[in-house]
């Protein structure tokens, strides 16, 4: 029995003009079965994204959509206001690529689960309610302990682990996961992804999963239907597509993933003899303590401490690529903001070209944040929603007073080109909510390295990028590298983008780096365990 299917889809988004219709999806027809995985491909702003929001019915107001989508024969777009609301939740479950699009920054983690069964189960007790919701953040690694602590105090990839939770507590028939690992390492990714598709077959689950990861949809789907332009161009049994690609398209796709898996044989080039490095940590310490009631103040002689960076030492030398891996909530993007003073560190120093950031004041920091820049894991981070991609860009020039607007927006026109964001006359005046998520990343990526500076902190720079976006930005970041002679400190959970990009990784685990060095010996000697484990779940296109 077909459980969801989709028929000669068409979504067009509301436009001020009213010249033609564009057509972001664009005759789009697929149906899937009970316990059937199908994973959906391709590149940013395909409109893969679209069709999930088009099932949900959570396009845009004045949003125009032509064809069908019925789930268990009954027509989506029919439903009234209170059926939608049980729909959506207790009939299919959407998974966002955001996760911050689910959670309401003002409410614990634990009243997001308690909210989320009352409005749907009535009748559960309180009791019942929160036993239920502890099992559901257990299974995607959240410990009880955090269930009082807001999104804001959760790391990106922690955040995406309590969507995927609320997504489950309802026990849906469909799951439509947009981009769910995203911002995860690849072991907790491999068990969430396990664990989804293990309930795929325990409950006859349906689940469509959206992802520019190949080698992930390899893995854990049945079928694979590839979309370029609003498009489905291919479809079929996924060893079929990723053995015999058929269209010219998937065969690009395929190429680039399996470029970035490659093995780069260009010797220990991370033996660079620089005496002085650029950036200097020692013994640097980030403690949270986690607030509790007086009572337990009381009873308890021992704070509750969260070690987020527990004592971290390292060099890095100028016209480097450092890579940082590990998994979500081990500390990576907390020793990020630690070395740019976002958050003070509890103790240590943070050197940067010989000078300890840690002793600056406020607007020296913010004098040296002109040669220290930050790529963010989350775009929205740092665009303005209410500015143009024109004028997000422009904007750190002006700060710094490093050009009039004239040659600012003649930089940012050369910038924009250099993303690949063309033609740059379209791109400079659209707002951020008007871009893809791929999108909104290139204009992040433009706005960091508009003021040329000495050190570049990426912060899962290409997460939200497909496989052809993600090679072409990476190898772009590569020749500004070379160029301006860049340093990057490169944070990330894909072991196989911090291979092709990084000369060194650093392997951080519970806050401390357990394993530094070359990447070739990472890759083939690794030495820790948790080093080993990471590698072992990685997912490979190629055998």
């Known amino acids: 029995m077909t459980l969801l299917e989709v028929n000669n889809l068409r979504v067009a988004y509301p436009r001020k003009s009213q010249s033609e219709t564009i057509w972001a999806v664009d005759d789009v027809s697929f149906s899937l079965n009970p316990g059937e995985k199908l994973g959906l491909v391709g590149e940013s702003g395909c409109g893969k994204s679209t069709i999930g929001r088009a099932i949900m019915r959570l396009l845009p107001d004045g949003s125009s959509t032509e064809g069908t989508v019925n789930f268990n024969h009954k027509s989506v777009f029919d439903l009234n206001p209170r059926q939608l609301r049980q729909f959506r939740g207790e009939v299919v479950a959407l998974v966002f690529q955001d996760p911050m699009t689910r959670l309401d920054p003002l409410m614990t983690i634990g009243d997001h689960c308690l909210e989320t069964l009352k409005a749907h189960q009535p009748n559960l ?266 004028d997000s860009i422009a904007d750190p020039l002006l700060i710094h007073k490093l050009a009039t607007p004239a040659e600012a927006k003649q930089k940012v026109a050369m910038m924009l080109q250099k993303v690949g964001l063309t033609p740059v006359e379209q791109y400079y005046h659209r707002y951020p909510s008007e871009l893809s998520g791929g999108q909104q990343q290139r204009v992040a990526i433009a706005r960091a390295l508009i003021t040329n500076p000495q050190l570049v902190i990426c912060d899962e720079p290409v997460s939200m990028l497909d496989a052809t976006v993600q090679t072409q930005v990476l190898e772009l970041m590569l020749a500004l590298k070379a160029e301006f002679n860049l340093t990057y400190l490169f944070i990330t959970h894909d072991l196989w983008v911090a291979r092709f990009f990084c000369d060194r990784i650093a392997v951080m685990n519970g806050g401390q780096i357990v394993e530094l060095d070359s990447k070739e010996k990472i890759f083939t000697s690794p030495k820790h365990p948790y080093t080993q484990k990471l590698l072992s779940a990685a997912p490979l296109l190629v055998s």
């Open 125 to 390: 007790s309180h009791r019942e309610a929160k036993q239920k919701a502890i099992e559901a953040l257990d299974a995607v690694r959240i410990p009880a302990n955090r269930w009082g602590q807001y999104p804001h105090e959760f790391s990106g990839g922690m955040r995406q682990r309590v969507a995927i939770a609320l997504a489950l507590l309802l026990n849906p028939k469909m799951i439509v996961a947009d981009e769910p690992t995203t911002s995860l390492d690849v072991t907790v990714s491999a068990e969430i992804l396990t664990e989804l598709t293990r309930l795929c077959k325990e409950r006859s689950m349906a689940l469509l999963l959206i992802s520019h990861d190949l080698a992930m949809i390899g893995e854990y789907c049945d079928r694979v239907a590839v979309m370029y332009n609003g498009k489905m161009v291919e479809s079929g049994a996924v060893k079929s597509i990723l053995h015999h690609p058929q269209h010219e398209y998937t065969q690009s796709l395929l190429e680039a993933a399996l470029h970035l898996q490659a093995v780069e044989a260009n010797g220990d080039s991370s033996k660079l003899n620089h005496p002085q490095p650029i950036l200097r940590l020692k013994d640097l310490k980030q403690h949270f303590t986690l607030e509790s009631n007086f009572v337990q103040q009381l009873f308890s002689q021992q704070k509750n401490v969260i070690k987020a960076v527990d004592g971290i030492n390292f060099d890095l030398y100028p016209g480097e690529t450092l890579g940082l891996v590990g998994e979500s909530g081990c500390g990576k993007s907390t020793l990020s903001r630690t070395i740019l003073q976002l958050i003070k560190p509890t103790s240590g120093s943070v050197e940067f070209m010989g000078e300890d950031l840690t002793k600056l004041s406020r607007s020296q920091m913010r004098q040296k944040r002109r040669q220290l820049q930050m790529i963010f894991q989350d775009p929205h981070a740092c665009l303005n929603p209410l500015m143009t991609v024109g």
